[in-house]
């Protein structure tokens, strides 16, 4: 298959989405897009935030975390008069 045609085939899929799938298509494909920029922000992180990321995933991983939906609901509840 040739460039153009894979063009033309991603264009027709692309248009045949509903509003809700092309937005989340958008959204994956701005990820793949912006994937090799991420890796090269990577680099650009000091010694030390990368340490911090390190230790926080590490934290994640033995259950030091708080769950999203707990962070959420005391964040709503702090600021429901906002």
């Known amino acids: ?14 248009d045949a989405l509903d509003a809700s799938k092309l937005k989340e ?3 994956v494909m701005l ?5 090799k ?3 090269d922000a990577w ?13 926080a995933i590490n934290e994640l991983n033995i259950g030091k975390g708080i769950p999203h939906n707990q962070v959420m609901s005391r964040l709503r509840d702090k600021y429901s008069h906002a």
């Open 43 to 55: 680099g650009e992180l000091s010694e030390a935030e990368q340490k911090g990321i390190h230790e």
């Open 37 to 39: 920029k991420e890796d």
């Open 1 to 14: 298959m040739s460039t153009e045609e894979i063009k033309l085939q991603i264009f027709r899929q692309i």
């Open 31 to 35: 990820n793949f897009i912006n994937s």
């Open 25 to 27: 298509f958008y959204g």
